[in-house]
């Protein structure tokens, strides 16, 4: 149990710490689907085949991670998720072929649910009062790692710097993570049966599979950003590797801006109404920089700054709603999410190969919309828009 103030801010700067060393992996994707895709000779649609594995990685630690949250603890969950996540990073530099890169992904994918279900049910507790703007602030962690991955990875493959070569380089901020995890502390959190909802009750509740569907899309539209902004630009405009990730870091620049400052906004406006108003701008950043072709795309970039507080602001939502087993209902959430989204993943991949990049780039808008519709159905469900 946390029981100094020393102690809980060193839990914050872990968790952190996770996030930020998170997004230095997960921001590299876009930057190394070229050169997957030219080394093991494959296409798109095997890219999406691949990046599945990491998701069936995040459903398998997405259910398992809100169990152990609940059964062992908080703690145990961080070093199980952390030791597994590096793990498959440091697989990585040595992968030979399309086998070998499915495996690292869903190893990593694994260790990564495990970090992310305990870090954000984790937040609330730690920020009663003001849940949004700390789960927005440790999300732009991950904005701020995916920053910093992209203002480097272009200008290294560039300057002949090998994919295998900066994956080794980032399992060493992931070897840290092991040891962080190993030293935190974190709270007891109980949860009393008297006061919980009936996990039976849980599976039947519609308010659970309409959060799965507005997850769901809000989850496809930034993975369509984050994996195949840089394919879009390249094969689109032939821009090469460096200026297409001039555009990616500006996006993820933005991104991260957006996790910083959005709490405060979505702390002011509502939670439910401010999401709202933050996906209605990313669609339409995200179509009019589709419709200006070449000079849009600085306004595609620009859409980072909305769609970055959809994931953590809906972890709220969530915690709100289901807030005697939060843990459990985010786990159950987010996996049943993960399996809708390699459906709809695959989909956008295999668009890629049969229209080309630039129609299927309209996914994206199409996935933020279909997010604001179901968010609004849920409003009008639970009737009470603070949630």
Known sequence: ????????IFLIFTLFYIYFTMALFDSSRGNFIPFFIQEFNINNTIISLVLS???LGNIIGSFLGGHFC???GHKTVYIIGSVTSTIGVLIAPFTQNVYMLGLFYFIY????QFLCIGIDSMIPVLSVGFESILMNITHF???LGSFAGQSVYGRL???????RTIYLYIGIFFVVSVILTLMVKTPNIQVHSEMSFKRKDMYKNTLIYMFVVALTFALIAETIVQTWFISYMTDS?????ADAAKYASVFFLLFALGRLIGGFIINKTGTSRGLKLFL????VCMLTGLQMKREGLILVAASGIFISITFPTMMVLISSAFNHNSSFAIGLIVTLSNILFVVLFNITGALNDLLGSYSAFYMAPISILCCLVMLIAISRKTKNESI
């Open 53 to 55: 594995l990491f998701t």
């Open 280 to 283: 209605i701008a990313a669609a």
């Open 109 to 112: 994918g694994v260790g990564r």
């Open 141 to 143: 962690m991950f904005g």
């Open 1 to 8: 149990m946390i029981t100094t103030k020393g102690n809980k």
């Open 157 to 163: 493959l560039s300057n002949g710097i090998s994919w």
């Open 70 to 72: 609940e059964k062992y």
């Open 237 to 241: 405009y032939s821009l090469n590797p």
